[in-house]
């Protein structure tokens, strides 16, 4: 969860002479998470994650932190009034894996040309469905649930299976290492 504080914004009557709050400011508890996502869509139906290609307006954007929002009685006036620097940690707080799991990932033949699947809601929503992922897991930071998702497919798929040449030559290194360790015994 991310916490962000927005200052009080406040304006001036020139006729009265007086200055009124446009927006009370407070703290906003945040949460990127599959839930915030799924709202987003519901709205734009477009996918959220569609890796850059449709840049979000800044209109997209406040509507995200609100989806993401999960303290209550919040000013709505304060989606108005986000500062830069409060936009700068959200993004950052966004882009942050929020996991030390790195996995790395072998090109095989079935790749399809550079092209990157597309991540709706309900096709992750399938996916942890699939994986046998519990749905409460939807509120996790959507990084680590999507680390989660690819490291569940991966331990579901079996190993591919070595070629005989690949075998031939793994058992010849472990015959040259057995050699090895037999040689320096003696």
């Not at 969860?1 to 009124?20: A, C, H, R, S, T």
């Not at 989606?79 to 950052?92: A, F, G, N, T």
């Not at 709706?120 to 509120?139: C, G, H, R, W």
Request: proline share 5%; net charge neutral.
């Amino acid at each position: 969860m991310l916490e962000v504080f927005i200052p009080p914004v406040e304006g001036y009557d020139e006729e009265k002479n007086q200055f009124f709050d446009i927006c009370k400011g407070g703290v906003l508890q945040l949460e990127h998470s599959l839930l915030s996502i799924h709202k987003w869509e519901q709205k734009y139906h477009r996918a959220f994650l569609d890796n850059g290609n449709t840049p979000k307006s800044e209109e997209e954007t406040k509507f995200y932190v609100k989806c993401m929002t999960i303290n209550k009685n919040v000013d709505p006036a304060i989606y108005d009034h986000l500062p830069s620097k409060c936009m700068v940690e959200i993004k950052q707080y966004i882009e942050d894996p929020m996991t030390a799991t790195t996995i790395y990932e072998a090109k095989d033949d079935n790749d399809q040309g550079g092209k990157v699947k597309v991540h709706t809601a309900e096709s992750i929503y399938a996916d942890m469905i699939q994986l046998n992922i519990p749905v409460e897991f939807n509120k996790w930071h959507l990084n680590s649930l999507l680390t989660l998702i690819r490291l569940c497919a991966l331990r579901q798929n079996p190993p591919k299976k070595m070629s005989p040449q690949e075998t031939a030559a793994h058992y010849a290194k472990l015959n040259k290492a057995r050699r090895a360790a037999k040689a320096k015994k003696h």
